[in-house]
């Protein structure tokens, strides 16, 4: 909308949805209401015009004020970025209340201006990677309502996430008492349930707001925060209403009445970022052909750009429900378990048939026999089976490599489409298994002769594992590096990569490093995410905190000798006491935890597998994307993991210009890789389960988690969101949300692992135990709750964090 010279004032009641550029998020927000018939106080809006020209209209500002009746007024911010669908923008600039007269007005008005800069305001933009360039500030002033009782309605439970309650907090008075959090409130759970007068609001007046609140939902089509007010007379007045940003979407409706579970499944991997809509295709069936080759049959959902699988029918499987916390104690862990006994224990999950179809019986009865053959081989002749599964590996490799021979858009399209990225050959999958068994059958076995600390001591030093010979190369290179040492640690590691890709830096045996490991990368399993031969940043970010390691006894080769020479100390020790305790049971322990020094380091060779058919299809489809940017129906040629194989198709055969709907998912991606927190299980009606169970207490400092690796060690904090950008000195605690591979060789420099997933046998556990560190993962909000600097004791041992 084109505004006339000095016009710069509009009424509220002609705002509209598509001027929240002129009026901001607030003023459109309140547009949009009195539109739908609500009842808003009337107000009128100073336009960003005005904020963009620096020119108060103040004639215009009073006119507006006296037709409003020139009483108190409420001067409200408005910001373009405010009341946005991910950034809610609450209390970061100010509001006026209580405002009287013209010069107050006025003063307001310039009030409001002054806190887009806010230094609150600022780093509230800087968190959500807001452009600070592009923005204006509106100002929404509204006849003051005088309330008797006031406050915040949620039109789903902000807390559990669930979308059948609604919350409402509620004081006397104005209803800045309860958004500022300066006095008590009264708080009510809207669940349907008839409820006496309680507290400040009626049982008559939570049930208009409840009414209220199911309007607003359905007017904007997403759940609403909304501020009201109710006055003298029992009028009930709306201030406010915005999108809950906090809320973790939902699960995908099933049309079924009884509610379902959903377990994310990306943590396993080491991933609670989103996955691109073509990564999350190739993950789905990857994830449902492994679990089918285990005789498991999953649905593989899409959450918010997660993973997440459907287990409501194994819980309400009579045969199923008995295993299935057991089950999870390998790749899930503990966090996962605990909400899954609290599912099980839910009426609404009670078991409803008596067990699988027969299909699905005989299809787990093959698999079993195939794993008993391929499990025992493994056991009885370890050395065979890992020299058979480097075998399968490398032939897997030769094998996805693309035909020298593919020339056209449609010939690679083609490639692509024919491709199974499923391999699941027995040479490979049945030695990893049996590694794990070996692992996790001992703990039951020793019960009341070793402690958890003490079988972890055995998993350290774990030979053959690709992930630990990846880390080591990379140490080895760093040794390596001689005159080159201080342009490695004093250039950016972006620069670096940029001259490497070029061609400009000394050779220091980086090319031979990534020939080996540039398929790989954190978040390796997305297809849509670049690999470090694409972008070699992580790789010199973690080889220039390598060369900060200056004493030659913390060298991770000689951290790694240690921990294989402690466990194997450490493992002779446990056999002979469980021997002498408990004859058969230790020997057959004993039997167990040697072959899991065998084959458990095996556990990352799989992964490590399917990196190579994921790596060439990521090639030929980037190639695809090329063209189509040429062709002007992409922007770049990445975009194209942003389509799924089906958006492709239509691209490449029909000239479809895919544009409008990558930009859409790229943004809807932006916005949850902003998210900190990703649930572990979500039920149908969106209920977060963690939010319901009870928190375990620890003492005054100390954060409880789940120790996965044994030691004591003090040292400062070392919080790390992203592993590209990581500096982390010796001696410093790495606490993360979650870790995967490519985080795994900032653990040469660390001193230990605190993370907020994770399952005992997990790549960060599995990865702190070789190299002797303590580890305590499941530790909830650990990087919420600690910052860097801080002063930290890991015990691994005993599952604690303790902030001095």
Known sequence: MQLGVGVYVLALSEVTAEMSDLVGGKAAGLGALIRHGERVPEGFCVTTEAHRHGVV??????????????????????????????????????????????????????????????????????????????????????????????????????????????????????????????????????????RDDTGCLTSAQLERLRAAGERLAGHFGCPQDVEWAIDADDVLWLLQSRPITSLFPLPPATGKPLPR??????????????????????????????????????????????????LTDLARSRSSRRRLVKLMAVDFGPRAQAVMRHVLADPRFAPTSGGRGTAQRAASLRTAGRAAVGIGRALARPDTARIRLFEAIDQLRARSVAPDDLRTTAERLRFVEARDDTDHSDAIMWPIVAGMLATALPSPLLKGIAGPDEIHAVLGGMPHNVTIEMDLALWRLAQGVGEHRRLLLDTPPDELAARHLRGAL?????????????????????????????????????????????????????????????????????????????PVRGRIAGFLLGRARSLAGLREAGKFAGLYPLRETRRQLLLIGADLTDAGLLDQRDDIMFLTLDEVRVAVHQGVDQRDVVASRRSAHRRELRRRSVPVALLSDGTDVETVLARVPGGDGTLVGVGASAGRVTGPARVVHDPATAHVEPGD????????????????????????????MAHGPTVAREYGIPAVICVPDATRTITTGQLVTVDGGAGAVTVH
């Open 261 to 310: 579970v959903f377990l994310e499944f990306g943590h396993v991997q080491g991933m609670l970022r989103p996955v691109t809509p073509m990564g999350m295709a190739t993950l789905r069936a990857q994830i449902t052909a492994t679990l089918a080759a285990l005789g498991v049959r999953v649905e593989i959902v899409d959450i918010g750009g997660r993973l997440y699988g459907d």
């Open 733 to 760: 605690v790495l606490v993360t949300a979650t870790t995967d591979p490519g985080w795994t060789p900032l653990f040469l420099t660390a001193a230990a692992l605190v993370s907020e997933t994770g399952a005992i």
């Open 506 to 582: 000394p050779d220091i045996g980086m090319a031979d490093f990534l020939d080996a490991y540039g398929h790989r990368g954190a978040a390796e399993v997305d297809l849509g995410v670049p690999r470090w031969a694409e972008d070699p940043t992580p790789v010199f970010a973690a080889l220039a905190n390598y060369l900060r390691v200056t004493d030659p006894e913390q060298g991770p080769d000689q951290r790694f000798r240690r921990a294989a020479a402690t466990a194997e100390t450490a493992l002779r020790d446990l056999v002979a006491r469980a021997r002498r305790q408990r």
């Open 57 to 194: 209209p103040v004639a215009e500002i009073i006119a507006a004020y006296e037709r409003l009746g020139a009483g108190p007024v409420a001067v409200r911010s408005s910001a373009t970025a405010e009341d946005l669908p991910d950034a809610s923008f609450a209390g970061q600039q100010d509001t006026v209340l209580g405002v009287t007269g013209a010069a107050e007005l006025v003063a307001a008005v310039e009030k409001c201006w002054d806190s887009l800069h806010s230094d609150r305001a600022t780093a509230y933009r800087e968190a959500h990677e807001i452009d600070q360039h592009e923005l204006a500030m509106a100002v929404v002033v509204q006849r003051m309502v005088t309330p008797t009782v006031a406050g915040v309605l949620y039109t789903a439970n902000p807390l559990t996430g669930r979308r059948d309650e609604m919350v409402v907090d509620a004081a006397p008075g104005l209803g800045t008492t309860v958004v500022d959090g300066g006095t008590a409130v009264d708080h009510y759970v809207l669940d349907g349930v008839a």
